[in-house]
């Protein structure tokens, strides 16, 4: 797939564009062929949109985007009144990887600051009604600035999520290496991600520092070995369990397990 930095399109004059607060029992069906673009926004109210058997709810602060020629279906919930603006518009592309770039994004966007998208819809209102000298070049550039956040937003989504997946694949990694003592600058050059960067997104995910995860895991795994163990005199076998999780000091190791289970390990059983 292209870079998002590659990608090459220009937009065309609006159709038009609609500031609408329709009455409750709005419905739309799209046009079963047309070669333009949609960009909605919500302003408040919510609605439902089907797209090819996947429904999805827009809400207040969403974005709505439809490609040319797909087919779509939306009606408003009655009972959460629905307000939109929505302009109508051609794309053209520099190359076929930029149109199947554009072509990949969700038809519902939540975006992650709404303020200047609404800013942004509410400006492409004025400047259509308005018409003042130089309005289509003023709405091409408006559009042209919607897409390009929408399409920085998703970016910035996909490259969150496949840096969570970096996260669970270091959260695999310390369960079958529980009995290791891993830093954060270690594991953060395992993942690719910077200490700071890493750190926050693996306390995001697990809820735990990486210290806490790992002696969370030895704990745990000392609990398996403690019920699991036949002798009766547990005294004698927490240096044994402690050494078996990774704990070289059979003190530290009472004092975390007495601090993740409430118990010291001769109370656990």
């Known amino acids: 797939?292209?870079?998002?930095?590659?990608?090459?399109?220009?937009v065309g004059v609006p159709f038009f564009v609609v500031d609408r607060k329709p009455d409750i029992n709005w419905?739309?069906?799209?046009?079963n062929s047309r070669d333009w673009y949609v960009l909605g926004y919500a302003r408040s109210g919510s609605a439902y949109y089907n797209f090819s058997g996947n429904t999805q709810t827009a809400a207040k602060g969403n974005v709505i985007f439809t490609?040319?020629?797909?087919?779509?279906s939306a009606?408003?919930?009655?009972?959460?009144?629905?307000?939109f603006i929505s302009a109508a518009f051609t794309i053209e592309f520099g190359d076929p990887e930029s149109e199947q770039v554009v072509s990949s994004l969700p038809n519902i966007f939540k975006c992650s600051d709404s303020v200047p998208m609404a800013d942004n819809f509410c400006e492409l209102v004025r400047v259509w009604s308005a018409k003042p000298s130089g309005y289509k070049l003023k709405c091409r550039s408006i559009l042209l600035d919607i897409m390009y956040t929408l399409l920085a937003d998703e970016d910035r989504r996909r490259n969150h999520s496949a840096h969570f997946s970096k996260?669970?694949?270091?959260?695999?990694f310390l369960r079958q290496n529980y009995t290791g003592s891993y830093s954060?600058?270690?594991?953060?050059?395992?993942?690719?991600l910077s200490p700071s960067y890493f750190r926050s997104l693996f306390k995001q995910l697990t809820g735990l520092t990486t210290v806490q995860f790992q002696n969370k895991l030895k704990i745990?795994?000392?609990k398996d070995l403690i019920v699991s163990h036949s002798c009766n005199n547990l005294y004698g076998f927490a240096p044994e369990a402690a050494e078996a999780v990774g704990f070289n000091d059979v003190y530290y190791f009472s004092r975390m397990f007495r601090k993740i289970t409430g118990k010291n390990p001769?109370?656990?059983?």
Request: proline share 6%; glycine share 2%.
């Open 220 to 222: 745990d795994k000392a």
């Open 1 to 10: 797939m292209t870079e998002y930095t590659e990608i090459d399109f220009q």
């Open 27 to 31: 419905n739309y069906a799209s046009p």
């Open 184 to 192: 954060v600058d270690e594991l953060s050059e395992l993942s690719g």
């Open 67 to 72: 490609r040319s020629n797909e087919s779509y």
């Open 266 to 269: 001769s109370e656990f059983l």
């Open 167 to 172: 996260i669970n694949e270091i959260v695999e």
């Open 75 to 83: 009606y408003s919930k009655p009972d959460d009144p629905w307000s």
